[in-house]
């Protein structure tokens, strides 16, 4: 069974920056493409950023690209998201997802990923 738990979120002030992390067990891991997505109050989940199985191709959406980065360490089967120039709007519950991948891929959709965390809580105030 996939499990995806994520950690390192909280409440941080505008221009902060915060690192998530997502601890994946159950799969493997260098099987696996990876994405973070977010839900703000009162929207839509949408998709954030995706890293590729071997961590050679990433993807991110236009309103965070320069400002996050993801990364990932197969051999401690983690991704993480290191956040920087936090905005207020910025401010979701942020989700780990997993989908196997039999290339070396990214994708942004929602539906193609299999698995998904609880979640971790990011506040970021002006």
């Known amino acids: 069974q996939v499990q995806l738990v994520e950690s390192g979120g909280g409440l941080v002030l505008a221009g902060g920056s915060l690192r998530l992390s997502c601890a994946a067990s159950?799969?493997?891991?260098?099987?696996?493409?990876m994405a973070w997505f977010r839900r703000a109050p009162g929207k839509k989940r949408e998709f954030v950023t995706a890293?590729?199985?071997?961590?050679?191709?990433?993807y991110y959406a236009d309103s965070v690209k320069g400002r996050f980065t993801i990364s990932r360490d197969n051999s401690k089967n983690t991704v993480y998201l290191q956040m920087n120039s936090l905005k207020p709007e910025d401010t979701a519950v942020y989700y780990c997802?997993?989908?196997?991948?039999?290339?070396?891929?990214?994708?942004?959709?929602?539906?193609?990923?299999?698995?998904w965390g609880q979640g971790t809580q990011v506040t970021v105030s002006s």
């Open positions: 997802a997993a989908r196997p991948s039999h290339s070396d891929d990214v994708m942004a959709v929602e539906y193609r990923y299999n698995d």
């Open positions: 159950g799969l493997t891991f260098s099987s696996y493409a």
């Open positions: 890293i590729s199985r071997s961590g050679g191709n990433t």
